[in-house]
């Protein structure tokens, strides 16, 4: 299972990649910096080291933007259809891909939050709220 290729796109489908595991971290994390960029409560990130990835389709299209208040912290984004992609470490060492645009099962499981503290107010825990299968 850890060997097998993954892969993933953006919601347009122009920009697609592939890697394989063992990641370095599979986390979620609460960050504000992350709140803003997913436009929900979190992030869900996989670490890969950069030699375990590779673009396969519409690498052109793929903008990054480096905050520049931040040591670390990048966005990466399709520059036509705004999905979160996969981005580089600013080292080139390490790339973080965003787990929502993964179309397989990479049969490993998130490990952790983090920036815990920093959770948007409005957030809710799963297994506390009812759950649907479609919109009710
Ligand atoms: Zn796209
Ligand atoms: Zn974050």
């Known amino acids: 299972m850890e060997h097998d290729v993954i892969s993933g796109s953006c919601l347009c489908g122009q920009v697609s990649f592939s890697f394989q595991l063992p990641y370095v971290f599979f986390q979620c994390c609460h960050c504000s910096q992350c709140q803003k960029n997913s ?9 890969l080291k950069i030699e375990q990835f590779e673009w396969k389709t519409g690498q052109d299209l793929v903008k990054r933007y480096e905050l520049p208040r931040a040591e670390y912290y990048c966005t990466s984004f399709c520059s036509n259809c705004g999905s979160a992609m996969p981005w580089h470490s ?6 973080l891909v ?4 993964l179309d397989d099962d990479p049969g490993v499981k998130p490990e952790r939050y983090i920036y815990w503290e920093s959770r948007a107010p409005w957030y809710v825990p799963p297994g506390e709220l009812p759950v649907f299968d479609e919109e009710p």
């Open 39 to 47: 436009g929900s409560a979190h992030a869900a990130n996989i670490l």
């Open 90 to 95: 600013r080292n080139g060492r390490y790339i």
């Open 98 to 101: 965003p787990a929502g645009a």
